[in-house]
């Protein structure tokens, strides 16, 4: 391409037009040189001198506000659904308007649908069992949660050592099913002598341990924390996590999650553990083989939660959409969007928090579908 040419259409995003002016007159000066390399000279030091302005992010599209034709241009743009339970499907056993409807009539309209969860208390049968009871159309094939994935990570990475396990039986479960041997389940309950205490837990300290593996777990205790930190002393050791959910608000209270438990062993320990659940890559990696040879914008991530599901779908180039129904809502995004076009916090992981479209519920959505 010649060179003017390129040095135009180098300038035509994000600059004035009294700076397009500007630079369009270094180009012209550009003409008069024979030699290219003394042009690209000019121009770099001129235009060195103007700012370009920032494009600002824009709020996500809203998919209700989307005519028929738009609509069904957007269904037909991906083909593998990734859809988050809590806060989009249900709450706990209050299954949400719609939610059925839109799952059963994507999967007529022959899309791939997933529930992708970071609870790692509830077990894929379990999964399978509640959509069964509640009309929803899937298979234990179609239910995918972090403690699944876990399993499937350590199997991946062919590990055969002894588990340290903080988590839910159904945790400790799926590690078994992939052969490894779990310590740790179930009650660790304090004693009231803290000498005591401290002597019986390095007592029980077993030297196979090869990784300390976390999740939620109602049983966590002093003694828990203890030996997972001491486990962690030892930089062989792996520190792994189901996920960093901080919590989960319910309507009258707010009940802690995985991540708590998960900020005080890394608080401790300062250790980054290897996160499993969303928003890792790992997921995707470990437990979604069959679709991988699909192109990224091929995937639809659907979640509430702007730091799990949205980045999650962000850090593998799927396409994103949040429902207004769970933890984060369009107040959450205009507030980050605020932060980044302001300049207060322009990383890109903050960016990644930012999704593609939004709708309000799964009942809009349904409306939605109906119209196709």
Same mark, same amino acid.
């Given at each position: ?97 719609? !939610?059925?409807?839109?799952?059963? $009539?994507?999967?007529?309209?022959? +899309? =791939? @649908? #997933?529930? /992708?969860?970071? *609870?790692?208390? &509830? ?25 699944? !994935?876990?399993?499937?990570?350590? $199997?991946?990475?062919?590990?055969? +050592? =002894? @588990? #340290?396990? /903080?988590?839910? *039986?159904?945790? &400790? ?39 300390? @593996? ?159």
């Amino acid at each position: 391409i010649h060179i003017h040419t390129y040095l135009t259409l180098y300038i035509t995003f994000g600059l004035s037009r009294r700076k397009k002016y500007k630079l369009i007159n270094i180009i012209v000066q550009c003409s008069d040189f024979r030699k290219t390399s003394e042009c690209i000279n000019l121009f770099i030091k001129q235009a060195s001198t103007i700012k370009v302005h920032k494009m600002s992010i824009q709020l996500p599209a809203d998919i209700s506000s989307y005519d028929r034709t738009t609509f069904k241009a957007w269904i037909n743009s991906f083909d593998v659904v990734l859809c988050d339970c809590d806060g989009v499907l249900w709450l706990h056993n209050d299954i949400y308007e719609g !939610a059925s409807d839109v799952v059963n $009539k994507l999967t007529d309209l022959g +899309k =791939k @649908v #997933y529930l /992708i969860t970071n *609870n790692n208390m &509830a077990s894929r049968q379990e999964m399978r069992e509640k959509c069964q009871a509640n009309n929803f159309k899937l298979e234990i094939e179609n239910m995918i949660s972090s403690a699944f !994935a876990m399993g499937q990570y350590m $199997k991946h990475i062919k590990f055969n +050592k =002894k @588990v #340290y396990v /903080i988590g839910s *039986n159904v945790l &400790a479960n799926e590690l078994e099913s992939v052969g490894l041997t779990v310590i740790g389940r179930g009650p660790d309950v304090a004693i009231d002598s803290l000498p005591d205490q401290v002597k019986n837990d390095l007592g029980q300290m077993d030297d196979e341990v090869g990784a300390v @593996v976390v999740g939620f777990d109602h049983h966590y205790s002093f003694p828990k924390l203890f030996k997972a930190v001491n486990y962690l002393r030892n930089e062989n050791v792996k520190f792994l996590a189901t996920n960093t959910d901080e919590s989960i608000d319910f309507p009258f209270f707010t009940f802690p999650d995985a991540g708590a438990i998960v900020a005080g062993i890394k608080n401790i320990t300062k250790i980054d553990p290897i996160v499993i659940g969303k928003p890792s890559k790992i997921l995707s990696d470990v437990t979604l083989k069959d679709e991988a040879h699909r192109e990224p914008k091929r995937f639809l991530v659907v979640g509430d939660r702007l730091n799990t599901d949205i980045m999650y779908g962000n850090n593998n180039n799927y396409q994103t959409i949040l429902v207004g129904t769970g933890v984060h809502n369009m107040t959450d995004v205009q507030q980050i969007i605020d932060k980044i076009n302001n300049g207060k916090d322009s990383t890109e992981d903050t960016k990644k928090l930012i999704p593609d479209f939004y709708i309000s519920s799964m009942k809009e959505l349904k409306i939605k579908l109906e119209s196709i």
